[in-house]
């Protein structure tokens, strides 16, 4: 089974902006990995950001933004808030098979 | 407003079995593939398994594989998770989550998840 990897935690200032980055062990990722990106704040059932690398939800906040970037996917926040302190989640597909990345733990400090 | 709600979660002793089921509303049940994650306690999220809107094909995190069976029910709109050969380490909450079409694997709208411990 491959793994993914996340950074396990980022720092970034109220109005500052960080890049996520979630990459694979069988080598680059690709749109033909269905990326998305989930936030989970504590003691709460996660929420879906972003959906095949770039796709937003009516709900997703417009300060978030995925993309492909260097052999693998990434989540940017641009003007952090406070309310964005969570863990931040990726996965990808593998035929069918679906892997989480170990998350990000991300503080607005 | 689509929801998904979880249920079926408890205390059970290891070697032992559980169904899960997952109810769903405000959507067309039988158009989306439905998914089981899970949570360990101070954990990440574990993939554990997906169903395809016309159950025709199943996907099962390695971890799962043999013990575990998803199934569902477009009729009651409902998924089921089949757990047996229960460990310790199965013991997290377990959220139910819809997909975005037909043959999505990944999770899209979670449920609140529901708590599964396994101990003696």
């Known amino acids: 089974q491959a793994v993914v990897t996340q950074e396990p935690s980022l720092t970034v200032s109220p109005g500052g902006a960080v890049t996520l980055t979630c990459g694979s062990s069988?080598?680059?990722?690709?749109?033909?990995?269905?990326p998305y990106w989930f936030q989970q704040k504590p003691g709460q059932a996660p929420r879906t950001l972003i959906h095949d690398v770039t796709e937003k939800y009516s709900w997703t906040p417009a300060r978030f933004s995925g993309s492909l970037l260097g052999g693998k996917t990434a989540l940017t926040l641009s003007g952090a808030q406070p309310e964005d302190e969570a863990e931040y989640y990726c996965?990808?597909?593998?035929?069918?098979?679906?892997?989480f990345g170990g998350g990000t733990k991300l503080t607005v400090l | 407003e689509v929801q998904v709600l979880e249920s079926g979660g408890g205390l059970v002793q290891p070697g032992g079995s559980l169904r899960l089921s997952c109810s769903a509303s405000e959507f067309t049940f039988n158009n989306y593939g439905m998914t089981w994650v899970r949570q360990a306690p101070g954990k990440g999220l574990e993939w554990v398994s997906a169903?395809?809107?016309?159950?025709?094909?199943?996907f099962y995190a390695d971890s799962v594989k043999g013990r575990f069976t998803i199934s569902r029910d477009d009729s009651k709109s409902t998924a089921y998770l089949e757990m047996n050969s229960l460990r310790a380490d199965d013991t997290a909450v377990y959220y139910c989550a819809k997909g975005r079409g037909p043959y999505s694997t990944q999770p899209e709208v979670w449920g609140q998840g529901t708590t599964v411990t396994v101990s003696s």
């Open positions: 069988t080598g680059p990722v690709t749109s033909g990995h269905f």
């Open positions: 996965l990808l597909t593998y035929s069918g098979v679906v892997v």
């Open positions: 169903i395809v809107g016309n159950g025709y094909d199943t």
